[in-house]
């Protein structure tokens, strides 16, 4: 237990030091904010205050600002549950090509010791960087006035963060084991980074793609955790929106914003987005262990 602990602080160490890593890591959440500030927010903004104007509601700047303020953080946190921890998988890569695994392999360690702490590095590494990240989008709502999150919400959407980040590490140490080169790795990291905001529907509401796209982006687990984050996170600002409106209004907002996935014309609810996002977990989780059962049986039984 004390090596694979030496192991895993070694791996995120090596990680963390590297400043420019951390800073291509959270460059999408990056993009997401500057996106929303510079026009995506007053666009979306001055949108609804006119729909809402059609139906004689004034006064909602308020409930308007913090519907849009959660929704450009739901986005960011649920790509940052992705690229952080795709960014800290680099040090598999670097440890194949200097040799390490090689050593390690020919080492008197247990055979299981570097894929555990590679898993357990990154999923540290994106727990704490998007831990940093829940905290300012926490503080940005406190502060702007926009904050509609109750005590239940908070502990759910830290809960979501906490699936996603073990569910994307899962996914992405998958992936990434069997690249072995850095420059197959930096490839993903450059497709992965650049469309994965659109994905999950950061950039604009999913609803706004035509329908193919949108029973796409239902198989990805990262959609879902940005489902169960707009959910969490823009369920108060939506309901004081209905408050101020009318319930029908509010359901059409939130068919708009994508609170529920389209999945061949059936609505997939938070229930079932948590329960894939989980799902997902297991299942590349369970791939990783047998990768590594056949992988062991081959050294076995290769001659001498």
């Known amino acids: 237990m004390n090596m694979l602990l030496c192991m895993t602080s070694r791996n995120l160490k090596i990680f963390l030091k590297d400043k420019a890593n951390i800073f291509f890591s959270l460059l999408c959440p990056l ?65 194949k090509k200097r040799g390490i695994i090689g050593d390690l392999a020919a080492s008197p360690v247990p055979s299981w010791l570097a894929p555990v702490s590679y898993f357990l590095s990154v999923a ?5 960087l998007c831990t940093g990240v829940l905290l300012l989008a926490f503080g940005w709502l406190a502060v702007s006035g ?58 604009m509401p999913l609803s706004m793609f035509p329908a193919g796209i949108q ?22 600002a939506l309901d004081e929106l209905a408050a ?6 509010a359901e059409a907002l939130a068919e708009e914003f994508s609170f529920a996935l389209n999945f061949f014309g059936h609505a997939v609810t938070p229930p079932v987005m948590a329960a894939v996002v989980a799902g997902a977990a297991v299942l590349f989780i369970g791939l990783l262990l047998a990768v590594r059962f056949f992988a062991a049986r081959r050294v076995v039984k290769k001659p001498a």
């Open 31 to 95: 993009i997401v904010l500057a996106l929303y500030v510079l026009f995506l927010g007053k666009v979306q903004a001055d949108n609804l205050l006119a729909s809402l104007a059609e139906l004689g509601v004034t006064g909602a700047d308020g409930a308007v600002q913090a519907f849009c303020d959660s929704w450009m953080l739901a986005g960011a946190l649920s790509s940052a549950c992705i690229t952080v921890p795709l960014c800290a998988c680099g040090v598999m890569v670097q440890d």
């Open 124 to 128: 540290a590494a994106g727990l704490v």
């Open 146 to 203: 926009s904050w509609c999150l109750s005590v239940l919400d908070v502990f759910a959407t830290i809960g979501v963060m906490i699936l996603s980040v073990v569910s994307s590490t899962a996914l992405l140490v998958f992936l990434v084991s069997f690249l072995k080169s850095e420059g197959a790795f930096m490839g993903l990291n450059v497709i992965l980074g650049t469309v994965v905001g659109f994905l999950i529907g950061a950039y």
């Open 215 to 236: 029973y796409f982006t239902a198989f990805i687990p990262g959609s879902h955790s940005a489902g169960l984050f707009r959910n969490f996170i823009m369920g108060g």
């Open 244 to 249: 101020l409106s009318s319930p029908a209004f």
